[in-house]
């Protein structure tokens, strides 16, 4: 079994900063891609940034120059630095990971965390 587990979401103002964490734990064999979605009230989920490997990070275009992805490869931790925040960025982000499990190597599975809430208030 895997899981997510995220933290760092909250109500914040216009221009504020918020940090995202998610960590995956469990019987882990490799952390591949690792990322963030976030999804508004009857909205799909949306990618917002991800880092598949040591690769160059990926940002939608709302979010680039003001949300920073980084991981922690060893405790197989992503982050979402958020900062100059707009009502916009307001939604439940998910934090989102292919793994492989010790118990199937060959199979890269995704995995989602509960969501987080970030509201931006104007």
């Known amino acids: 079994q895997v899981q997510l587990v995220e933290s760092g979401g909250g109500l914040v103002q216009i221009g504020d900063s918020l940090r995202l964490s998610c960590t995956a734990s469990g019987d882990i064999f490799s952390v591949n891609t690792m990322g963030w979605y976030r999804q508004v009230p009857g909205g799909q989920r949306e990618l917002i940034a991800n880092?598949?490997?040591?690769?160059?990070?990926f940002y939608t275009e709302d979010v680039r120059g003001r949300f920073t992805i980084s991981r922690d490869y060893a405790q197989n931790t992503v982050y979402l630095q958020m900062n100059t925040l707009k009502p916009t960025d307001t939604g439940v982000y998910f934090c989102y990971a292919r793994i492989q499990t010790r118990d199937k190597v060959y199979v890269d599975e995704a995995y989602w965390g509960q969501g987080t809430q970030v509201t931006v208030s104007s």
């Open positions: 880092l598949v490997g040591t690769g160059t990070p």
